[in-house]
């Protein structure tokens, strides 16, 4: 009897989960603030369309010294890893908070490094501004006692590391701006050998900054990238023989171009694992329109094209090589303060880490950690700007697994699905980028619950279809993590949770990221300018088993 009773309380609970969230309609009511409509968030969850790295955040620290400035600002301060302040508390708990965070040691000053070496008898300069070089500084130096600071500050904090590696030493700069001849790989060799035997772990070592393509100041050919990719293979192999796991070989670390990658992947062969590309799709930081484009779904679609492009160019030739996206902050030239390190950010952002995995990239690094108009952390106070909660609720929810997905009903909103990250269940992103339509979003899992078709002869065909598997232990609610700019100010640099504003305590703690608990059935509801994580336990797809 008892069982009886039990399977009746499944069926009314599906019935009542099918009911709510079965199909979206075009309907639109009038609310006080302006107006809600109603749409399907639409979910196959037979099959994931892509698998990304258990750990797919990852930011960067550059080599910008506080001279570097754009546009008459100078927005660097002492946010280089060769001057940054390792003792602050802040950014100690806020790279801890990850647990791992991968972080990218590189930029475009990274090709004028020299490494001090144990046998080094030169002085180990700093960068000098000088507009009539490339870069517009001299070539600068990373002393072995900084290196083994670093080193100690990420053991402590538990960062990942991929290092930046100097792809122009040895080659001469032609005035057409190909860089000629082979790579020198013997400063390079030093450093990852003084490395290996102080015990340091480092995740990854890329080769080269921007020099794909046509470059970015200068650039190299494809074929001879590929024979320079090789010859820092067999150092890497060389020097970590008696390692395991041995650190990832990546390359180029520059803008896509896809005869160049393709050109790459298929010479170096087994000879890298990752293809790393950076991005700046929304132009210059000076660019007074970064907040009407961010808000453009048209205009984000169109980064589409790379994903998809490098994508196809992985897959056609036929080795094991990977997708990272290596460096993106958005607007080139550090940035435009109060847009690319303010709340607005986050649609772009979160949309970049949504779409990217979709087309089955592994890493994101965000360009910055700390420096410039677009870090995580403010340059100065370290206090994490909105986009650094954005990461980490992603961090913590969106699983390895990827969910095709779609959303019905406005192209204002943005909608992922991933399986849930170390619990049962999947986690939805929606982003709306309407600053007026409240979204009530009912989930439709592509067919996998009892709906019924009508047809011109006026009867109901009903088509049964196999239902989600129901979790024996979730409840009926689920969990929502309703982000919000302070004041409803995109500008605003003070990201609300739930409609309370996150920021550090007095001791440098980052504050605890809670969801609200919400009732399974009931839509769910997506303010104006907002963005929501669902986290919905109680639904075991195929995709995720």
Same mark, same amino acid.
């Given at each position: ?18 009911? %709510? ?14 107006? #809600? ?10 099959? #994931? ?7 797919? $955040?990852?930011?960067? !620290? &550059? ?32 790279? @801890?908070?990850?647990?791992?965070? @991968? ?42 006692? %900084?290196?083994?600071?670093?080193? #100690?500050?990420?053991? @402590? ?17 032609? *005035? ?8 020198? *790989?013997?400063? #390079? ?10 015990? +340091? ?9 921007? !020099? ?5 100041? /200068? ?85 589409? &094209? ?31 303060? =109060? ?28 360009? /910055? !950690? ?8 403010? /340059? ?7 986009? +650094? +909660? ?30 849930? @990250? ?10 709306? !980028?309407?600053?007026? /339509? ?5 989930? &439709? ?11 011109? =002869? ?65 839509? $769910? ?21």
């Amino acid at each position: 009897m008892g069982s009886l009773l039990l399977q009746k309380g499944v069926l009314v609970w599906i019935c009542l989960f099918s009911l %709510r969230f079965i199909c979206g309609c075009s309907e639109v009511e009038r609310v006080s603030n302006g107006t #809600a409509s109603q749409g399907t968030v639409f979910i196959d969850g037979k099959i #994931a369309i892509g698998r990304i790295d258990r750990h797919f $955040i990852c930011a960067t !620290l &550059d080599w910008w010294p506080p001279e570097k400035c754009d546009y008459g600002t100078c927005a660097w301060d002492h946010a280089s890893f060769l001057n940054l302040d390792l003792n602050n508390i802040i950014f100690l708990n806020a790279i @801890k908070a990850f647990s791992p965070l @991968k972080i990218r040691l590189g930029g475009t000053l990274q090709d004028k490094v020299i490494y001090q070496t144990e046998d080094h008898k030169q002085p180990c300069v700093s960068f000098v501004k000088n507009t009539s070089e490339m870069f517009g500084f001299t070539p600068g130096c990373l002393p072995l006692s %900084r290196w083994d600071e670093l080193n #100690a500050f990420f053991n @402590k904090s538990g960062a990942s590391i991929i290092f930046g590696l100097n792809a122009l030493y040895g080659r001469s700069v032609h *005035p057409d701006g190909l860089s000629v001849g082979a790579w020198d *790989p013997s400063n #390079a060799e030093s450093l990852i050998r003084y490395t290996v035997k102080k015990g +340091y772990v480092i995740h990854g070592w890329e080769l080269g900054n921007e !020099l794909s393509g046509s470059g970015v100041g /200068t650039r190299v050919a494809a074929d001879q990238y590929a024979s320079d990719t090789t010859a820092l293979y067999k150092i890497v192999q060389d020097a970590y023989k008696n390692v395991e796991p041995k650190p990832l070989v990546l390359a180029p670390g520059g803008f896509f171009d896809e005869g160049w990658f393709r050109e790459l992947v298929n010479k170096a062969g087994t000879s890298f694992d990752v293809a790393t590309h950076h991005i700046y799709n929304l132009g210059p930081g000076r660019d007074e329109h970064l907040l009407e484009k961010i808000l453009n779904p048209s205009y984000l679609d169109g980064e589409a &094209d790379t994903f998809s492009k490098l994508q196809n160019v992985l897959k056609t030739s036929g080795s094991s090589v990977v997708a990272w996206v290596g460096e993106a902050g958005g607007a080139y030239n550090s940035g435009r303060n =109060h847009v690319t390190n303010a709340f607005a950010f986050s649609f772009w952002y979160l949309d970049q880490l949504g779409m990217s995995a979709a087309y089955d990239t592994k890493t994101y690094c965000r360009q /910055t !950690l700390i420096g410039g108009n677009y870090g995580l952390l403010n /340059t100065t106070t370290f206090v994490p700007n909105p986009d +650094y +909660y954005s990461a980490l609720l992603w961090h913590r929810l969106m699983g390895r697994n990827v969910l095709s997905t779609s959303f019905s009903g406005t192209k204002k909103i943005r909608a992922y699905a991933h399986c849930a @990250k170390q619990s049962q269940g999947i986690t939805i992103l929606f982003i709306n !980028l309407d600053g007026n /339509t409240t979204i009530h979003a009912r989930v &439709d899992f592509n067919g996998t619950i009892l709906h019924r078709r009508k047809h011109r =002869h006026h009867y109901h065909r009903k088509s049964s279809i196999k239902l989600p598997k129901i979790s024996k232990i979730a409840s009926n609610t689920r969990e929502e993590y309703h982000l919000t700019a302070k004041d409803g100010d995109l500008q605003s640099q003070t990201m609300l949770l739930n409609g309370n504003s996150l920021t550090v305590d007095s001791s440098g703690n980052i504050p605890t990221l809670d969801p609200m608990f919400v009732n399974s059935t009931e839509p $769910i509801t997506i303010a104006p300018f907002s963005i929501v994580f669902v986290h919905i336990p109680y639904v075991l797809l195929p995709a995720c088993s």
